[in-house]
């Protein structure tokens, strides 16, 4: 008898406690941490998004009556509201963000960086048992020592990397390299779920290049794709019960949302990649452009896309998707949207311009037949 499960058992992003790459920094008195992670995130602001988590000291504070959201002519956000912190919570309040640095004297993070300061041998005992995965240590100076229980529990302690307070610099690059190292892997997503309703027959069925487009864009995306994700790189989005002959397929389970649907339907199979999405209309996109996009990805933001010189907005349906668009993209859908070009415009997100010939859609039997005979020349 199989075993009662109440609930969808889904994939799930991989999280920390708070945000899906966190920091915590521990030590030293909180002004040193907060100093530092302000040097930290200075130092690599143009191309990571970090938040700072910390608790406050001012016992003087009360719980607002009314939350409040000032805005400021710079751009500037000011909020005050009564929230609880709440881990369910954060991972929203996170998401957008690459490294959530923790002050560690307060919240523990999946992650730490050790401070040591001789005089606060006793704070680091009483948080000996968060120390379970210690990046790198830092001294705040020259005479800084490890602690015996730090050695007897951690024996190999010294032979971690290890900083002077002062070396910002450096353990800016140390976070860098972390946060690269979380960035997600890339995935091909090809639509091949439409209707073509003006074209009459299924786009992706179509030849421009001796083969269907649906096969053609496949072949070109599996050429770059493959060596890196063990035959699983490049994946077909269908609709459900649509039989295409090919394995790697992910099946809408946004019903009747069309594209929108087809993007949020392959985070929900893997919200760990990012997504290079590709429609099968776009017949002069060739490996070059492609290679282009990959060239341009920009992580930081939800993301990375092509757009027309002269044309107004940007073509979601030619562009790489991080993960961190995914709470954005449900947030949209919430409110009653499913159009991923919204989403872009009103979004953080990188523009790549090129030239709109190589971008134009083929939606008409005409469209169909000009494209073709100047694909053949």
Known sequence: ????????????????????????????????????????????????????????????????????????????????????????????????????????????????????????????????????????????????????????????????????????????????????????????????GGKSTRMGADKGLLEYHGVSQRDYLYEQLSSIFLPYHDNKGVYISVTEGQEIGNTNTISDKFIGLGPFGAICSAFQENPNSAFFVIATDVPFVDKGLIRLLLDSRNPKKIATALKGKNKQFPEPLITIWEPKAYPILLNYLSQGYSCPRKVLINSDVEIVEVDEHFIQNINTPSEYEKAKNELKK
């Open 1 to 192: 008898m199989s075993k009662y499960q109440k609930h969808t058992k889904l994939t799930r992003r991989n999280y920390g406690k708070y945000a899906s790459n966190e920091i915590s920094f521990l030590g030293v008195k909180c002004s040193i941490i907060s100093d530092l992670v302000i040097k930290i995130a200075n130092n690599l602001q143009k191309t990571s998004k970090i938040a700072y988590l910390d608790a406050s000291h001012n016992d003087e504070i009360v719980a607002p009556i009314l939350d409040t959201f000032t805005f400021h002519d710079s751009e500037n956000l000011d909020v005050n509201t009564k929230t609880v912190l709440n881990p369910y919570n954060s991972l929203i309040q996170f998401s957008q963000y690459d490294l959530v640095c923790i002050n560690g004297n307060h919240y523990q993070g999946e992650k730490q960086v050790l401070i040591l300061d001789n005089e606060k041998e006793a704070s680091v005992l009483k948080r000996l048992d968060q120390l379970d995965n210690i990046q790198f240590v830092i001294k705040t100076n020259k005479d800084s020592k490890y602690f015996d229980f730090l050695i007897d529990k951690y024996p190999n302690i010294n032979n971690l990397k290890c900083y002077m307070i002062d070396e910002v610099d450096k353990i800016s690059k140390h976070i860098d390299n972390i946060i690269q190292d979380q960035i997600a892997p890339v995935q091909g997503l090809i639509l091949a």
